[in-house]
C-alpha cells in the first residue's frame, strides 16, 4: 500500500493551492481516502475525507466553502482544491487511507503517505 501526497507550497492568504494524493497496493473501492493536517505546536486535525466508490464528500467546518475534495479514477488520484486560503491553514497535510467514514468522519485510518507542507502568508 501507497499513498503519496503532493502540491504543497506558499501561497498569499487568498490564494488557493491544489493538493494530490497518489494511491497504490489496494483496491480503492473498499476505502475512503482522508486528509488531515498538523499545524506546528497542533494535535493533527481532519480536513475532509471522500468515499472512493460512491464519491461523497465530508469536510471539517474550518474548511467548508473552500476547500473540495475530488478523485479520478484514472489516475488513481485524489486531490484537494483549497481556495480562499487563510493563514490558520498553515501545515503540514496528509491523506491516509480510511476503511470507513461515519457522520462525516473517516474510521480505521491505517496507511499515511508522506505530508506536504503548505504555508500561507498573511
Known amino acids: ?3 503519496q501526497a503532493f502540491g504543497g507550497g506558499l501561497a498569499q492568504a487568498g490564494g488557493s493551492l491544489r493538493l494530490s494524493c497518489t494511491a497504490s497496493g489496494f483496491t480503492l473501492d473498499d476505502y475512503a481516502i482522508s486528509w488531515f493536517r498538523r499545524a506546528p505546536g497542533k494535535e493533527r486535525e ?10 461523497n464528500s465530508y469536510y471539517a467546518d474550518s474548511v467548508k466553502g473552500r476547500f473540495t475534495i475530488s478523485r479520478n479514477f484514472a489516475s488513481n488520484t485524489m486531490s484537494l482544491q483549497m481556495n480562499s486560503l487563510l493563514p490558520d491553514d498553515t501545515a503540514v497535510y496528509y491523506c491516509g487511507r480510511a476503511r470507513l467514514i461515519r457522520d462525516g468522519l473517516p474510521y480505521g485510518m491505517d496507511y499515511w503517505g508522506k505530508g506536504t507542507l503548505v504555508t500561507v502568508s498573511s
Request: hydrophobic share 60%; charged share 10%.
Open 1 to 3: 500500500v501507497q499513498l
Open 46 to 55: 481532519f480536513v475532509a475525507a471522500i468515499g472512493w466508490s460512491r464519491g
